[in-house]
């Protein structure tokens, strides 16, 4: 076995270097993912607060990211509606998003994701003949999402979306001075069974232990092959 090198005892201390780096960086996510997951129990399990004193937060710059509220909008279910495209348990469908005024000043509105269709269920989701719901809606707020580079682009002159871009959505809907989040409805569902209402999903993975394991694993193993290889030259 010949003894290290220099470039490769170089090329072996930056590989390890980033290993290592990748294990803190998941000790630090499964610390983030920890705190989300107990964020998100203990906001799940509050009453819902009247969306005027989430808005207010909201002016204010505060984080309400899975905040619970409630908010009168009777004829959320006959609103405007645009279809954002999404898969949800496997199935390809989308998403109905409309949007709610809001009282109380600033914001003036609020886009409300009425939930999920899928693509074989069709036009059964739009809108239920009969009136104005009878109850408030409640729901989760959450900040949107963000494109990325293989993220088509959306297309509002199709009503074919493919990401949340709140200002874009709420001037295709005339929601004026739309608020920062989505209100993700968790009721009343719809009295047809469509859209369904999918707030959250059913189970946040929190698998960034296991991540740091193997990476810390991957270092501990290239630091031993490393040794073996130094030692094995010096005891022959």
Not at 32 to 39: A, G, S, V, Y
Not at 62 to 88: K, Q, S, Y
Not at 204 to 232: D, E, K, R, S
Request: hydrophobic residues 50%; glycine residues 8%.
């Amino acid at each position: 076995m010949r003894r290290p090198g220099v470039l490769t005892s170089l090329v072996a201390l930056i590989a390890f270097c980033a290993l290592i780096g990748l294990g803190v960086w998941q000790v630090q996510r499964l610390k983030w993912k920890t705190e989300l997951l107990r964020r998100i129990d203990a906001l799940q399990a509050a009453a819902p607060q009247p969306m005027e004193r989430a808005a207010g937060q909201l002016r204010a710059g505060a984080d309400v990211d899975f905040t619970r509220v409630i908010l009168a909008c009777n004829d959320v279910e006959t609103r405007p509606a645009l279809r954002l495209h999404a898969v949800l348990a496997g199935q390809s469908g989308y998403r109905l998003i409309t949007a709610c005024p809001l009282d109380g000043g600033r914001p003036h509105s609020i886009l409300v994701d009425r939930g999920f269709v899928a693509l074989d269920e069709g036009e059964a989701a739009h809108g239920v003949p009969g009136g104005p719901i009878a109850r408030p809606v409640v729901g989760v707020l959450r900040a949107p999402d963000r494109p990325n580079f293989v993220t088509p682009r959306n297309e509002p002159a199709r009503n074919l979306w493919y990401w949340r871009d709140i200002p874009a959505m709420a001037q295709a809907l005339g929601a004026p001075d739309p608020a920062p989040a989505f209100l993700m409805l968790e009721s009343p569902a719809p009295t047809s069974g469509l859209p369904r209402p999918a707030a959250l999903p059913a189970a946040i993975p929190n698998n960034h232990l296991g991540y740091a394991i193997t990476w810390f694993g991957l270092a501990a193993a290239l630091a031993g092959v490393y040794l073996a290889m130094l030692f094995a030259k010096r005891a022959g």
